[in-house]
């Protein structure tokens, strides 16, 4: 039965009330943490949670009883038993009713299933919390900025820089953000400390013969935060002093486990149809499912990020940690605001690095809206003239300019470019 216990609905539940009526089945993927069984428990009234020993053996032993039951049914963490997508992939093809069907995952499952699935089972990608999400009061919309009418931009917000050093650090993950200090630590600590030794051994069937060598990867990964460094680069900062990086193919493993999961939640260059851009670059801009896990792998705090440390592998970069960690949570917000909006996101930056845009949120019609991300309370002429050069390259193709910052009020510049606080910023 769906819970009765307080719920905050996310920007995903918008999404479900779009298609539940029209669709069978439907997947939410995601990282462990984020939300995924809370958000489908709400809508579900037959439950099978298969990260339970008991429940597994009766599916595993008997797989169709797993239909039984009032739907809509939901198979929690399915990919443990991947015959599961199967399953209801043939009852779907058999007319099953829309909104039958409930599937959430962790992982990919290695072997995947039988079939793909396609046309049968619709999968939705669920994050950690936006800041849309965590804080209320937005004023502006992704989904007004993509228009293209260039829509009057007001608010004013009383977030300032400490406040998004606490949400950076606070985590997106719903059941971590509410605690503090060592509380809080020791969570993301165990959070990290299980991807290593169960998530990705158990779901993902990867044998990671040295934890601590993983580990190493992860935190020159997290250095990486925001950045387009080579993965040659990160496995050479993954191993400190005289030590032997890891053997490229090793590194390769840990990439495609940590991906499996959801952990790792790189940003793809932005590679437009009909090119008329020259030698753009087509490396991913590295990110982490949350900052918080970047933050606490690198073992900074709100004073250390405050003072402009770095600590950590010696990861080449523009501007500060604190810098690329608020791209980071910006990033983890537009992305979510993104796929409510049906619009896919990557990042421009020139082959050799002359011009660079934080973030291209395009359309289907591939009419864009490019966003820079400025930890600085003013925006300046110099903050917006990659923006300016874009406009000279694609006209009417870019439908908005933003610089999102940390500061308190949004509005239009003279140039017409978008000023706006993140917390002012949603879907």
Do not use: C
Not at 84 to 92: E, H, M
């Amino acid at each position: 039965m769906p819970s009765t216990t307080s719920y905050r609905r996310r920007i995903l539940d918008q999404e479900l009330d779009a298609v539940i009526d029209a669709l069978p089945a439907i997947a939410i993927e995601g990282p462990k943490g984020v939300g995924k069984t809370r958000t489908a428990l709400q809508r579900a009234s037959t439950v099978h949670r298969l990260d339970d020993p008991a429940v597994f053996a009766v599916a595993e032993a008997d797989p169709e009883r797993l239909l039984e039951g009032e739907r809509a049914i939901l198979f929690d963490e399915w990919q443990r038993l991947p015959l599961v997508w199967d399953l209801v992939r043939r009852a779907v093809d058999d007319g099953a009713a829309p909104g039958s069907f409930l599937l959430t995952g962790s992982a990919s499952p290695d072997p995947p299933p039988t079939h793909s699935g396609a046309g049968r089972i619709v999968s939705l990608r669920m994050r950690p919390l936006s800041m849309s999400e965590r804080v209320d009061g937005q004023t502006v919309s992704l989904a007004e900025l993509l228009t293209g009418s260039r829509p009057r931009i007001a608010g004013v917000s009383e977030l300032g820089l400490d406040d998004y050093v606490e949400e950076i650090l606070a985590s997106g993950l719903p059941g971590i953000r509410g605690l503090n200090g060592r509380a809080r630590r020791l969570q993301l600590d165990g959070y990290l400390h299980r991807i290593v030794d169960r998530e990705i051994p158990d779901e993902t069937g990867t044998t990671i013969r040295n934890p601590a060598a993983l580990r190493r990867w992860m935190v020159a990964y997290a250095a990486a935060s925001s950045t387009v460094t080579s993965f040659e680069k990160i496995r050479n900062a993954a191993s400190p002093g005289h030590d032997n990086p890891p053997a490229k193919i090793t590194a390769q493993v840990y990439r495609d486990a940590l991906t499996r999961i959801w952990i790792l939640d790189e940003i793809p260059a932005w590679i437009p149809a009909n090119n008329p851009l020259n030698e753009l670059g087509q490396a991913p801009k590295h990110q982490l499912a949350d900052p918080a896990l970047a933050a606490r792998l690198l073992g900074v705090d709100a004073a250390a990020l405050l003072a402009g440390e770095s600590p950590g592998p010696s990861i080449p970069r523009d501007g500060t940690l604190l810098g690329a960690l608020f791209e980071s949570l910006v990033a983890l917000s537009v992305r979510i605001y993104s796929g409510y909006n049906e619009a896919r996101i990557g990042h421009l930056r020139t082959a050799r690095g002359r011009q660079e845009i934080d973030l291209i949120v395009e359309r289907d019609d591939g009419r864009v809206v490019a966003i820079e991300v400025k930890l600085a309370r003013t925006v300046e002429d110099r903050d917006v003239r990659h923006l300016a050069w874009l406009q000279g390259r694609i006209g009417d193709r870019l439908l908005d300019s933003v610089v999102v910052t940390t500061g308190p009020t949004a509005y239009r510049r003279a140039d017409r470019v978008a000023v706006i606080p993140l917390a002012l910023l949603g879907p």
